[in-house]
Nanobody, 126 residues
Framework: QVQLVESGGGLVQAGGSLRLSCAVS????????MGWFRQAPGKEREFVAS????????YYANFVKGRFTISRDNAKNTVYLQMNSLKPEDTAVYHC???????????????????WGQGTQVTVSS
């Protein structure tokens, strides 16, 4: 059974930082692109960042460029999202997602991801 478990969310003041983690189990990890998406209340889920199988290529939504960094540790089957300079508009539930085994590249499209975590709440106060 494939599981993606996010952690690291919480309440932080504007300008602060959080580091999200997503641990993957039940399937090979190192041969799949991974992504982070978020969903704010009353809004559709949106792409945040993605990374290829090796970590050598990444892609970010414009609204997080220069503030967020996605990375992965294939030895630990974990992908991370370092979030700095947080803003109140970053408040959302953050989900990690995994592409099918062998789909090694990053992607911004939700439909390219086959496995999803339950999400972790990030709340940024002003």
């Amino acid at each position: 059974q494939v599981q993606l478990v996010e952690s690291g969310g919480g309440l932080v003041q504007a300008g602060g930082s959080l580091r999200l983690s997503c641990a993957v189990s039940g399937r090979p990890f190192s041969t799949s692109g991974m992504g982070w998406f978020r969903q704010a209340p009353g809004k559709e889920r949106e792409f945040v960042a993605s990374i290829n199988w090796s970590g050598s290529s990444t892609y970010y939504a414009n609204f997080v460029k220069g503030r967020f960094t996605i990375s992965r540790d294939n030895a630990k089957n974990t992908v991370y999202l370092q979030m700095n300079s947080l803003k109140p508009e970053d408040t959302a539930v953050y989900h990690c997602a995994a592409r099918r085994v062998g789909r090694t590249y990053y992607s911004t499209s939700e439909s390219d991801y086959n496995y999803w975590g339950q999400g972790t709440q990030v709340t940024v106060s002003s």
